[in-house]
């Protein structure tokens, strides 16, 4: 099946920093969402982004379907950004999502 | 417009009991999806239901399984618990079947003793 790895596994900011989430993928995708997970377990939709770029406030995103990445900017963090920030997809053929291991970020004060 | 529904929250059983999860979709999206997430195998997908119809299944044994009511409501069964069955519980609701954007719900954590 198709392979997700997102990097780094671990990020610590200082607040009002800027970050770069990474998300490759090993095959063709037909979906792809960034999530973030709350520190109560709920997985909060960031972006529905199979091709092209989208922002939303101080955070965007950037699929590269054709090279098979995708990249979540957050800027000016903030300490309610701490959580772990997954993305997953559903490649061509096959319906159900598949979780990247996810990026744990830490913003401090 | 109210988001996914899971019920109960939190729940504690204990090993061979059985347990009966649900989960109300987004008004309108026909697809629920359930997920397992635990620290050790990370999130992992469990099957998927679209009107009434279980059309994706991930790779976990028997003592698993689910169904979806004619409203779209679902429920998912585990019988005989494991220790290892403790996990967070996700469901996602999509309005369509393929490549829709999947929407969460809190989740179901569940504790086997």
């Known amino acids: 099946g198709i392979q997700v790895e997102q990097s780094p596994p671990d990020l610590i900011l200082q607040e009002g920093a800027n970050s770069t989430l990474r998300c490759n993928f090993s095959?063709?995708?037909?979906?792809l969402q960034w999530f973030h997970q709350n520190p109560w377990g709920q997985l909060i939709n960031l972006f529905y982004?199979?091709?092209g770029t989208k922002q939303n406030g101080r955070l965007s995103a950037t699929t590269v379907a054709t090279e098979r990445y995708s990249l979540l900017y957050i800027s000016s963090s903030q300490t309610t950004d701490s959580g772990v920030y997954f993305c997953?997809?559903?490649?061509?053929?096959?319906?159900?999502?598949?979780f990247g291991t996810g990026t744990r970020l830490t913003i401090i004060p | 417009k109210a988001g996914v529904t899971q019920t109960p929250r939190y729940l504690i059983k204990t090993r061979g009991q059985q347990v009966t999860l649900s989960c109300s979709p987004i008004?309108?999206?026909?697809?629920v999806s359930w997920y397992q997430q635990t620290p050790g195998q990370g999130l992992q997908f469990l099957f998927e239901?679209?009107?009434?119809?279980?059309?994706n299944k991930g790779n976990f044994p028997g003592r698993f399984s689910g169904r979806q009511f004619s409203n779209s409501r679902s429920e998912m069964n585990v019988s005989t618990l494991e220790l290892g069955d403790s996990a967070l519980y996700l469901c996602?609701?999509?309005?369509?079947?393929?490549?829709?954007?999947?929407?969460f719900g809190e989740g179901s954590r569940l504790t086997v003793l």
């Open positions: 982004i199979p091709s």
């Open positions: 008004s309108g999206h026909r697809s």
């Open positions: 095959d063709s995708v037909n979906n």
């Open positions: 996602a609701s999509s309005r369509q079947a393929v490549n829709g954007e999947l929407f």
């Open positions: 997953a997809v559903n490649d061509e053929g096959n319906e159900k999502l598949t």
């Open positions: 239901y679209f009107s009434e119809t279980q059309r």
